[in-house]
């Protein structure tokens, strides 16, 4: 339980498409649930927010329980975003820091970046910002311990075993590899994020400055 009214569900096993699915089922299954009154899927979790505190928290676990081992996947048909970017240059400096963990050329890592499809998995963190699956493990790159204080906007990322579109200008621990003028949060927009749930994503370099 977090707090009263919510509870969060952490999915055993490894950031997988296949888990995600299985994430997405069991959305749909507690959206039926007369008590749930807001769900918010993460990457291998799912918060339920209830409309009053439930009686018997445990039972509710061990409905989710048995939902998340016997509900088969759920595919999302979402939409397809074929995405420029401007690799390297002043927006992404840390594309060095990527090549020097992964012993790959910028050419070689930009080359594995673009050549991927993407799943956006879950939309969190900032508003509007898209969790991606897709990245190839050979370019995965620990977050900064120090992070960057004014990354812009549009600014393409890694993190780890995940790839994004930074949706906000601020802080942020992801790498910065390069930079698409593709707006994915705008407030004044309905819906205001670009992306939803099981949207596909396809990069193409637009330039490549090294």
């Known amino acids: 339980m977090i707090g009263t009214r919510a509870m969060?569900?952490?999915a055993p096993g490894d950031?997988?498409?296949?888990?995600?699915?299985?994430?997405?089922?069991?959305m749909d299954a507690a959206g039926a649930r007369p008590d749930v009154q807001e769900l918010i899927p993460g990457v291998t979790n799912l918060m339920l927010i209830f409309s009053a505190p439930p009686d018997s928290p445990q039972?509710?676990?061990d409905w989710l329980?048995?939902?998340w081992n016997t509900l088969?996947?759920?595919?999302?048909?979402?939409?397809?975003?074929?995405?420029?970017?401007?690799?390297?240059?002043?927006?992404?400096?840390?594309?060095?820091?990527?090549?020097a963990h992964s012993g790959l050329s910028a050419r070689e890592v930009i080359f594995i970046h673009h050549g991927s499809e993407y799943t956006v998995c879950a939309i969190g963190s900032a508003p509007g910002f898209g969790y991606l699956h897709g990245l190839d493990p050979r370019i995965a790159t620990p977050r900064k311990t120090v992070p960057s204080l004014n990354m812009q906007a549009g600014t393409v990322i890694i993190g780890g075993m995940q790839a994004g579109i930074s949706a906000l200008t601020g802080p942020n621990g992801w790498n910065p590899i390069g930079f698409t003028d593709l707006r994915v949060f705008d407030p004044h927009k309905q819906?205001?994020?670009?992306?939803a749930v099981g949207d596909r994503i396809r990069f193409y370099p637009e330039s490549i400055e090294l």
């Open 191 to 195: 819906p205001p994020a670009l992306f």
């Open 65 to 67: 329980c048995h939902a």
């Open 15 to 26: 950031f997988t498409m296949a888990h995600q699915r299985r994430v997405w089922a069991l």
């Open 72 to 99: 088969p996947e759920r595919h999302i048909e979402g939409r397809l975003f074929e995405i420029g970017v401007r690799y390297g240059g002043a927006l992404g400096e840390d594309l060095a820091a990527v090549c």
């Open 8 to 10: 969060l569900f952490e």
């Open 59 to 61: 039972a509710v676990a």
